[in-house]
């Protein structure tokens, strides 16, 4: 089946543009806030909301596309075959709920595992970060122009200060001497707008050991548009069908970050949280 990929990006638009409305006017509306993984890992009834409103008009329009997002109720993909749309509704559900900021909806969408369009809606600042594979990123309208060369020692780095103790997948004491080396880290609980401030220069890489592929989806197309690098931290290419650890940076300063700053704890395996 030929897919018409001007009505696709025509109709992402309208429900980003319909779903970032919603979640604005309801902004300070009370939410129930239920907990996942952790204590410290919330979800919301606007996170579910949200992801509702895109899979049952995306199903609607597109029967024959596939669906992929964080709060259930999409496909279970066996391969990466035909059209996906890659969801996540609310990225920085603890921005969203402690700040009412600082979050963003996250939307890839993949032919065969390859990327074409890729979608982050920063929702407060009425900031939406585009990319089209092989045809440019932009910022609302504005062309967003290509990475320039860095040298690591005037690099902006975020990674999330838990990743700087001692914990289960990396090593706390190369990190550390990273956060030595570099200008500066931040960290800004979005992956999606972390990805996208990697886009455009903002900051110079993003390092975390482990994400889902609803968070990295949309920002690896449009990091790659851009001639960044978007790859698991150990150098891999990221997939669509599983869980990773995610290096997103200036093409000038990976090498360097993979060979001297990154280091896998032995028995850890990818994927698995
Ligand atoms: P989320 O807000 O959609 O859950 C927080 O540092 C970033 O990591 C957010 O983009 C968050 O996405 C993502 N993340 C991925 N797995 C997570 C987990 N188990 N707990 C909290 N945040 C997670
Ligand atoms: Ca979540
Ligand atoms: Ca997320
Ligand atoms: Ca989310």
């Known amino acids: 089946m ?10 992402a638009r309208t429900l ?20 996942k993984s952790n204590e410290n890992d919330l979800v919301t009834n606007k996170d579910e909301e949200i992801q509702r409103y895109f899979f049952e008009n995306i199903k609607t329009e597109f029967p024959h596309h596939s669906l992929l997002g964080e709060e259930g109720k999409g496909d279970e993909l066996k391969n990466v075959n035909g059209i996906v749309w890659i969801l996540d509704p609310i990225d920085g559900t603890m921005n969203f709920v402690h700040q009412k900021r600082n979050f963003a909806i996250s939307l890839g969408i993949y032919e065969n595992g390859i990327g074409k369009m890729g979608f982050i809606f920063d929702v407060i600042h009425n900031e939406l970060y585009f990319a089209k594979r092989g045809e440019g990123a932009y910022l609302n309208d504005q062309k967003i122009s290509p990475l320039k060369n860095i040298v690591l020692e005037e690099a902006i780095v975020a990674v999330n200060a838990i990743w700087l103790t001692k914990n ?46 609803w968070d990295f989806a949309a920002g690896k197309i449009i990091v790659e548009e851009l001639g960044g690098i978007c790859t698991t931290l150990k150098n891999e290419e990221l ?25 896998f704890l032995p028995d850890q395996k990818e994927g698995k949280f």
């Open 2 to 11: 030929k897919e018409d990929w001007k009505k696709i990006e025509q109709f």
């Open 168 to 213: 289960r997948y990396l090593s706390h004491e190369k990190l550390g001497l990273l956060i030595k080396k570099i200008r500066g880290s931040r960290s800004y609980g979005s992956a999606a707008l972390e990805m996208v401030y990697v886009a455009t220069g903002r900051i110079d890489a993003y390092i975390t050991p482990r994400l889902s592929p």
């Open 16 to 35: 980003l543009i319909n779903a970032t409305k919603n979640i604005k006017s309801s902004l300070y509306d009370s939410i129930t806030i239920n907990t």
């Open 239 to 263: 997939s669509i069908l599983k869980n990773s650890s995610v290096l997103v940076s200036n093409a000038s300063i990976q090498n360097e970050l993979l060979t001297n700053y990154i280091e």
